[in-house]
């Protein structure tokens, strides 16, 4: 047994490294690393607390998909990866949806870190890690990972993983990784993230070229067969190293797990009425408010679940490219955002489903309110002449309507701003001093979206606005989106109870300027840029939550996307023939824990 087992959780070693020209450091090494404060689950833990240890293992899981894929490769900007592919790598890390941002040791078995230097990690790898062809997980591996990521990766990747300096193998089982920053405390956390790829199998492979070739991994599933564009089936291994560890008791229960594709939602929905796949996350109101009245469901044959959850909403809406004139000016960004009637769309649309959402961290306290604290204001202030004034006031909010569908405060305060703005309307069409009309294109992959895009549209054609809607293939929609062509479309921005270094793919200058990035409304700011960074560097919980509000500000103010709305449930239809644990995890859907229950399973 190895010291480190022997002497357990939150064990610290003081080094004394004089010959090597170092002061005395405090070394922790440990089973799991936590962003701020300690993690849950000392050393030794048996399972997840919200995991069945004891869950039956069997069964043929199908879920869905809509439109389409054409590569089994997830890491590069070419072809549309399949559904799932994740479930055949195993990180050096996974995460505790239990926990705002916890990790714990997966292939790596333990972690060592300087708690006062977050310039360098070491990860100890499990020396029992096998690849799915039974050759084993080595140091070699980790770097080359890292190699591919930042040489061919797509650049969402690339940007998460920007600050990463040099990976190293001191020995075949550990894996030194330096920083450019030594003050980002989440990098240490986030390189175990990512997905270990085999190096055997890509040296003498194209990584940056699409393909259906099966690849091998190293997680608890297999690639068990291919239909190109419209099937997909994983295979539970049953050599897979890693069943005995605690983290994954009670987890990867089916035995065989696949994915349909559909063309649409509307399809999709068909489909699981006539038992194609089993469980349906839900994300439309008026379906689950009036759709779930067919037999399966009045029998008891399919069930309905309100799952609430403690995530933060993130941020879904109709996103502006400001790249492009004249959603480069603001004034123009928030009339068209008084246009949108979130009151009206609730009460007829949504049965009053949905809750709107104001906040790029809604739902969660890092979310801004009112008037910015004395410590918000000290990041802000340096920034004050870059900054619109809505930003030292109280956060801005979505307007609201009385929702009787005129919305004509709101379209009166809209014709104002295109007025100033240099706009008049001519014959009944909004036109600049060129005489050039108003006229914009809504991308959408999603048809559904169109009933919501609808009323948008007509409210935008009385300020004498014309809005095309145009719903693209996924191939097309996704390569438009790559190459930022586009005026508008619907998108959002997830959020994280911990929110990081994912920011920058969202909101840097360097995004937004990198075809293929997630920076899709183009922002480019230097006081967002800073704000980024101060969230990053964040020493403890209370700095996280002050950067986090400030940036809130910035970008609320900036007038990027017109906010849609969220709800604090995740909707769950599922034929009612599985198991669950007594209580899902806080931040997720814990659908990992189902299992097939076996009479059930039988009648199927």
């Known amino acids: 047994m190895s010291l480190w087992r022997v002497l357990g959780f939150g064990l610290v070693l003081s080094c004394t490294l004089s010959a090597a020209g170092f002061s005395q450091a405090r070394i922790e090494i440990s089973h799991a690393l936590a962003l701020h404060g300690q993690p849950a689950l000392p050393l030794g833990f048996t399972h997840f607390p919200f995991a069945n240890p004891s869950a039956p293992i069997g069964g043929h899981l199908r879920l869905d998909s809509t439109g389409t894929f054409d590569s089994l490769n997830p890491f590069i900007s070419k072809g549309i990866s399949a559904e799932g592919i994740n479930r055949i790598y195993d990180s050096l890390t996974v995460a505790s949806p239990d926990e ?55 650049p969402a990747y690339k940007a998460y993983f920007a600050d990463v300096k040099h990976v190293q193998a001191l020995t075949p089982l550990r894996i030194r990784f330096e920083f450019r920053s030594k003050t980002n405390r989440e990098l240490p956390l986030i390189v175990g993230e990512m997905s270990i790829l085999p190096k055997h199998y890509w040296q003498n492979r194209a990584f940056e070229k699409s393909s259906l070739d099966i690849p091998i991994g190293s997680g608890p599933y297999t690639v068990a067969n291919v239909d190109p564009g419209r099937r997909i089936s994983y295979a539970r291994n049953p050599n897979y190293w890693g069943w ?64 609430r959850h403690e995530n933060p909403s993130g941020m879904q809406g109709f996103l502006f490219n400001t790249r492009r004139s004249p959603l480069n000016d603001i004034r123009v ?128 054609a009385r300020l004498g606005i014309t809005l095309d809607i145009r719903i693209l293939d996924a191939a097309q929609y996704v390569e438009r989106l790559r190459q930022f062509d586009f005026d508008l479309t619907v998108g959002g921005f997830p959020a994280s109870s911990s929110p ?22 183009g922002l480019k700011s230097a006081a967002v840029d800073a704000l980024v960074g101060q969230v990053t560097q964040a020493q403890d919980r209370g700095e996280l939550v002050t950067a986090v509000r400030a940036l ?39 659908l990992d824990t189902w299992w097939f229950s076996r009479p059930a399973a039988e009648a199927k």
């Open 333 to 460: 960004r928030e009339a068209m955002s008084l246009a949108f009637d979130f009151e009206w769309s609730n009460r007829a649309l949504f049965y009053q489903a949905y809750k709107r959402t104001s906040s790029y961290f809604d739902n969660s306290a890092l979310a801004a309110t009112g008037l910015p604290s004395q410590a918000e204001r000290r990041l802000l202030t340096p920034f004050r002449r870059q900054l619109p004034p809505q930003v030292f006031g109280p956060a801005v909010m979505p307007p609201r309507s009385q929702g009787d569908g005129y919305n004509r405060d709101n379209l009166i305060a809209a014709q104002q701003l295109l007025k100033q703005a240099g706009w008049r309307v001519q014959q009944g069409q909004l036109i600049n001093a060129k005489g050039e009309p108003l006229r914009l294109e809504m991308l959408l992959v999603q048809p559904e979206f169109e009933r919501i895009t609808q009323p948008f549209k007509r409210n935008l």
């Open 244 to 307: 005995k560890l605690p983290i994954n008791r009670g987890l990867h229960n089916f035995t065989r797990i696949s994915y349909r594709y559909y063309r649409d939602g509307s399809v999709a929905f068909e489909g699981f009425k006539a038992d194609q796949y089993d469980i349906r996350l839900e994300n439309k109101a008026k379906t689950w408010a009036t759709e779930y009245n067919f037999p399966a469901v009045q029998n008891g044959q399919v069930i309905k679940l309100e799952q």
């Open 100 to 154: 705002p941002f916890t990790r714990y040791g997966l292939l790596a078995e333990r972690i060592e870190r300087d708690p006062k230097d977050a310039s360098w990690v070491i990860y100890q790898l499990r020396p029992e890690a096998r690849f799915s062809d039974g050759k084993p997980v080595r140091a070699a591996d980790v770097v080359e990972t890292f190699r591919l990521i930042q040489s061919h990766g797509a």
């Open 552 to 590: 809130d500000r910035v970008l609320r103010a900036q007038h990027l996307v017109v906010p849609h709305y969220h709800t604090p449930v995740i909707r769950i239809a599922a034929w009612n023939r599985f198991g669950r644990p007594e209580r899902p995890p806080r931040f997720g859907d814990g």
């Open 500 to 521: 990081g270094n994912e920011l920058w793919s969202f909101w840097s200058s360097t995004a937004a300027a990198t075809p293929g990035s997630r920076n899709l409304t």
